[in-house]
């Protein structure tokens, strides 16, 4: 009997069983055509009705308005790092940006390029541990920055703040894990190799009345109005990605949709917050209260562990939850440990075996 593979990888992640086999399925035949998806023109009818698809199930998914544009775009949410103020932050205005972690920063380093960025709060300082909600907004700011899940550090806006304008927000890492309201939106962005698909793909959601404002010539592939118009088909999209994301959606749908995924996605990150705040070895590094449902960061207690022994200990850890198939659970270097990603395809039996391993290696390391 083969042992069941738990992938606790931060992106590119674990996807649904189901979608990974339909959309190996169609690389050899997609849709009954005889021609694998990779072989077919995107402009072709079944690949033009899938993407119109996958856009109408997102739209079913999260609650999107016609108010709203749905694009399907290449260059990962990096791009859109520089896509969105060179598409709505003029050079003489100003936008206000918040600065909780590294992927936050990289936006307001790109957006400083196109106009006046204002950090209005960071926990930088803390390597941030926490998200910082005590800020004042800039008068006038054009739009307020947020990310919303810090894959990185573990935190997660629990309550978006209100936006003097609208909020603009890298959702790479936790779109579709929970509900939200689209309205309190001018732009959401996200790269797909978490929660919706493989990497390739970054989905853009934009309220109609915010382009058209800025005074700059854009570069075509990055004006967000050449793009719309054509159904994200102005040239070759990311096919297959796209189709990925398409089977993703359906099995979202399937399991009940985002208010489902919602709720399993609370249980599983308090079982395992739960077992970190039981467990004498074990901590964790994010602020309770900002503690993210997709990415658990923690580390040995420093109480416990010397520092010394630590790396010797965190190597033996990440062997002995290897060999009861948990994988890619090693921290990032800013924060070192552990880092479990428990994006929405990751089941509860995976969580289960994640603390069950660590509760053996606790009495293992402490008798
Ligand atoms: C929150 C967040 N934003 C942006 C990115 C960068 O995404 P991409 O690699 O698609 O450019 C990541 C990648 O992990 C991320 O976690």
Known sequence: MTQTVYNFSAGPSVLPKKATQEAAAAIMDFAGTGIGILEMSHRSKPIENMVAETESMLRELMGISDNYDIVFLGGGASLQFCMVPMNILDEK??????????????AIKEAKRFGTVNVVSSSK???????????????????????SNNTIYGTQWKNFPEAATYLVADMSSDILSRKIDVSKFGLIY???QKNMSCAGVTLAIIRKDILGKVERSIPTMLDYATHIPEH????TPPVFPIYVMNRTLSWLKENGGVEAMEALNNKKSGILYDAIDNSKLFV????????STMNVPFIFNKDVVA??????????FLAFTKERGLEQLKGHRSVGGFRASIYNAMPLAGVEALVSAMDAFEKKVLG
């Open 307 to 316: 520092q010394e022994k630590a790396d010797e200990l965190q190597k033996e």
């Open 125 to 147: 300082a803390d390597v941030y541990n926490h998200i910082p909600k005590d800020f004042k907004q800039t008068e006038g700011a054009a739009y307020l920055h947020v990310t």
């Open 93 to 106: 205005a100003h936008a206000d940006y918040t600065d909780t972690g590294v992927w936050a920063a990289k």
């Open 284 to 291: 964790g590094t994010a602020a309770k209260e900002d503690r």
């Open 190 to 192: 996200a790269g797909a």
């Open 232 to 235: 994200s088909m102005f040239n």
